[in-house]
């Protein structure tokens, strides 16, 4: 009898191990972001209004804690520009906007946990795993982006912004856009990051598997090595934010080494460590951001290089999901446009900014 019962009370034990280790690997694959939770102030740590901002500070104070490094050039109209990555921001501004700088001033800043802004994780003590997403999420997240170009738009004064995003900005300002449709006068998307669909429905498309695909043959089992370790999802709350800077700029330079014009690449700040992984963690490995795109009502340019290690296909997937979307092909240009050809560049964002004046 005894046997028996032990024997039913490990097969229980077992079942549920297996319950909260499979819940963990579907929390793992779902997203924990969807448009709509920022605009209800869902999964956030603060208020989308800002804090009262510090004097004479070169920081935007976005929640307590918080602030994100910034500079501005130009004067007239502001427009915000959102970096790529993610977590790669600009240390200058884009060659491309030079000729604007009489009529719009753009604003740059780093997002946070990049950059010299905040980075507000160092390393989790905590062993729960759900848990640990969880806070990764609300800090860092999708969510806490958006929010915080929100408040920035609060700290402007602007009742409508015009936004700039590059590869992972410009996912970054379609999403606030989807969001926040009433606060957004015009949306630039330079080479927007491959991230509506995830799993994404061509693997060409894919960022690490065209990079890879790209290397020299005798050099793609040490990427195979180290995408495992980089895409160990298991081991990643054993890691620093130092241990995930270091991953993020060795595939920065695997990036590097097979782009067609790596001289054209800007310089650019200190990499992310957990705020890319919240990225993903936010985004989950299955969703389909494409609808909610459907409630963007300002105009929006698609801008993509020919020459671009992201497809065109991809690129266009902007185009085709949101309404009022043009879409400009530009030759002799790859993932950094506006560096690659800054004349034509310029001459394109001026027209379009200029039609909707």
């Avoid at 449709?181 to 080479?191: M, Y």
């Avoid at 296909?313 to 085709?320: D, P, T």
């Avoid at 950094?336 to 034509?344: A, H, I, L, V």
Wanted: charged share 20%; glycine share 8%.
């Amino acid at each position: 009898m005894k046997r028996k019962f032990l024997f039913i009370t490990l097969g229980v034990i077992l079942s549920v191990i297996i319950l909260v280790l499979g819940g963990i690997w579907y929390m793992s694959t779902q997203p924990l972001y969807m448009p709509g939770m920022v605009r209800s102030e869902k999964n956030l740590y603060a208020p989308l209004t800002p804090p009262e901002q510090l004097q004479n500070s070169e920081t935007w104070l976005v929640e307590p804690g918080i602030e994100l490094h910034h500079f501005a050039v130009g004067e007239g109209r502001n427009v915000l520009v959102i970096h790529g990555g993610p977590g790669l921001p600009f240390l200058e501004p884009m060659s491309g906007l030079a000729p604007l700088t009489g009529e719009f001033q753009f604003h740059y800043y780093d997002q946070r946990g990049c950059g010299e802004s905040t980075r507000p994780i160092d390393r989790f003590e905590s062993q729960n795993m759900y848990e640990n997403m969880m806070t990764l999420d609300k800090t860092l997240g999708l969510g806490a982006q958006i929010a915080d170009i929100e408040r920035i738009r609060q700290i402007l004064g602007d009742d409508k912004l015009i936004l700039i995003g590059h590869s992972w900005g410009g996912f970054l300002a379609s999403l606030y856009a989807a969001e926040f449709p009433e606060h957004v006068e015009a949306l630039i998307l330079i080479s927007p990051a491959n991230m509506l669909v995830m799993p994404q429905p061509d693997e060409e498309s894919d960022l690490f598997t065209s990079v890879r695909e790209k290397l020299p043959a005798d050099q793609q089992a040490e990427f195979d090595e180290f995408m495992a370790e980089y895409m160990d999802f298991n081991a990643l709350f054993q890691k620093s934010e130092d241990d995930l800077v270091a991953m993020n700029e060795q595939f920065g330079e695997y990036y590097i080494q097979v782009v067609d014009v790596p001289a054209q690449m800007p310089p650019q700040g200190r990499s992310g460590g957990w705020m890319v992984w919240a990225q993903y963690v936010s985004m989950g490995q299955q969703h389909d951001y494409r609808d909610a795109f459907k409630a963007v009502t300002a105009p929006v340019l698609v801008i993509h290089g020919t020459d671009d290690l992201q497809s065109e296909a991809a690129s266009r997937g902007y185009q085709e999901a949101i309404p009022n979307a043009e879409f400009v092909v530009l030759e002799n240009a790859g993932h950094f446009s506006f560096k690659e050809q800054p004349d034509e560049f310029a001459k394109i964002v001026a027209d379009f900014l200029s039609a909707e004046k």
